[in-house]
């Protein structure tokens, strides 16, 4: 690859598969949750190697390093080529935590709570909001 390559941030965001559409990517930017250096990007930005992304997908935010502008969507294996993950771990735990949800009260495959299953449910979550 060429060495002075820049890239449009929507482009390089769907292209490393941050996001799974390039309007995604364009949408996040315009909401301002793509920052470089603090500064939120507009989609038509262009990028050029070394810049440190932040990217703010709640629960967590997420920081990236630029290694190679690429326009093509790469396929998984290849991502780690062309961007360096900078995030810290208690931003990944947060996606963790917000991943398991509600589904960790029930074991799988148990079904649906009963009325008395969901009353306990709902007063045992009424009792860690109030903190």
Known sequence: MSGNKSVRIDKYLWAVRIFKTRSLAASACRMGRILVNDVALKPS?????????TVKKPPATFSY?????VENRLSAKLVPLYLEDMT?????????INRTGS???????????????????????????DR
């Open 45 to 53: 930005r262009m990028i050029e190697g070394g810049e440190v992304l």
């Open 65 to 69: 390093k630029v290694t190679e502008p």
């Open 88 to 96: 810290p771990d208690s931003e990944k735990i947060k996606v963790e």
């Open 103 to 129: 589904a960790g009260f029930r074991k799988k495959g148990t079904g649906r709570p009963t009325k008395k299953e969901r009353r306990i449910i709902d007063s045992f979550r009424d009792d860690f909001s």
